[in-house]
Nanobody, 124 residues
């Protein structure tokens, strides 16, 4: 089992920044690929970014490329999502997820463990 806990969400104005963190406990964190997903009201949960177990490979959905950066600190069992130049359409609950197999995936059903989510609200 892996337990995931997100933090760092909040209210920010358009153009602002937030840094989300996801702390993992349980099984060996360094063996898991990690992903960030988000879900806006009335919409499906969608892929945002993912990172390989080693941290050497990262992937992003087109709408966040050049604005968001995913990273991980395996020594701290934590994955981060740095979000810059935030837009109102980034408003959503953000979830981190862990996948026991590599490589990382953009498909939510391929992730084995999920956190409870953290709310990000971007005001216009």
């Amino acid at each position: 089992q892996v337990q995931l806990a997100e933090s760092g969400g909040g209210l920010v104005q358009t153009g602002g920044s937030l840094r989300l963190s996801c702390a993992a406990s349980g099984r060996t964190f360094g063996n898991f690929a990690m992903g960030w997903f988000r879900q806006a009201p009335g919409k499906e949960r969608e892929f945002v970014a993912s990172i390989s177990a080693s941290g050497r490979s990262t992937y992003y959905t087109d709408s966040v490329k050049d604005r968001f950066t995913i990273s991980r600190g395996n020594a701290k069992n934590t994955v981060y999502l740095q979000m810059n130049s935030l837009k109102p359409e980034d408003t959503a609950v953000y979830y981190c997820a862990a996948r026991a197999l590599t490589p990382p995936s953009n498909l939510r059903y391929e992730y084995d463990y999920w956190g409870q989510g953290t709310q990000v609200t971007v005001s216009s």
